[in-house]
């Protein structure tokens, strides 16, 4: 259990102290410890002058950055200039931010690195592990490791709710001048991803999934979702509930419709729609032919 104790309503800490306890559950718990990955303690943590947030004593943080009161900013983190991190942040172990970045509530930045300029709104989440699992020869479920990073370039705008995972065989990667919106999701690399994607995607939340590389200036509306291990081009743009399936090569300059799901490489710049995605012209014709037939159809039942 954690316990704070607060002097006043401007929020000047006089104390934090951190107690942890576990319970006894069984005879197998009786000897149970808490263990962090960090071996920090509340003395190695300082209260930042600028917003009354905390910050561990070997961050290097640069005397304008704003951190505010509730925010965390954990060992070796770097933090540029002018750096605006809001209260419930949490900047984990060795993440670096660039100049003039902001930082919304309850965000989480883990095993990631942020460019100049950008804007990470409230609850997003990168650098978490990627969802990468694998069935061993006796039939257990193991984990894929995932210890590389997200790399987010210079003005780069993360909407709200939105997941990018770390990488596990090549960083994850957003290019400069790239606009993600809210509830964005990159990636799942399962193979079973767009089934489940069209089958949830009234609440499904936008992510970028594990080893994506995005060029710059793309574009990526609402509930799109892209697997893993994904590439796609510079000025690429992604309408609203887009699904990528995992492994997929994406050309520059491409534009893709709402409710959209490649399946398979683009390698020529144009617009795309349809499941599976063709050329918008081929799924314009299809639509219609789709149509016809089912107005023929309506025909000769009366």
Not at 210 to 235: E, F, P, R, W
């Amino acid at each position: 259990m954690a316990i704070v104790k607060i002097k006043n309503i401007t929020g000047s800490i006089a104390r934090v102290g951190a107690r942890y306890s576990v319970r006894k559950f069984s005879d197998d718990q009786t000897n149970s410890r808490v263990s962090r990955s960090e071996d920090c303690t509340q003395s190695e943590f300082r209260k930042w002058g600028n917003g009354g947030g905390f910050i561990h004593k070997s961050a290097q943080i640069d005397p304008t950055a704003l951190i505010e009161i509730g925010a965390v900013v954990h060992p070796k983190s770097v933090l540029g200039a002018n750096v605006h991190i809001q209260s419930g942040a949490v900047i984990g172990p060795a993440v670096t931010i660039g100049h003039s970045t902001k930082v919304g509530y309850n965000t989480a930045l883990s095993n990631c690195s942020i460019g100049d300029s950008c804007i990470i709104h409230n609850g997003a989440c990168i650098g978490q592990d990627g969802f990468g699992f694998f069935v061993d020869d006796q039939g257990n479920m193991l984990k894929k490791p995932q210890e590389l990073h997200a790399r987010i370039g210079n003005h780069v705008e993360i909407g709200a709710n939105t997941c990018i995972d770390r990488g596990s065989w090549r960083d994850t990667s957003i290019g400069d001048h790239t606009k993600i919106d809210n509830l964005v999701q990159v990636g799942c690399s399962c193979h079973f991803f767009l089934f489940t994607y069209y089958a949830s995607m009234t609440y499904f939340n936008v992510q970028i999934g594990h080893n994506v590389v995005i060029g710059k200036s793309c574009m990526l509306c609402g509930q799109a979702g892209i697997a893993g291990s994904v590439t796609m081009g510079d000025y690429v743009t992604l309408g609203g509930k887009v699904a990528i399936r995992d492994h997929v090569s994406i050309s520059s300059k491409v534009r893709l419709a709402a409710n959209s799901c490649v399946t398979k490489d683009i390698r020529e710049p144009g617009d795309y729609g349809g499941f599976p995605a063709v050329p918008v012209r081929e799924w314009r014709r299809q639509v219609a032919s789709q149509r016809l037939s089912l107005k023929k159809g309506d025909s000769q039942e009366i």
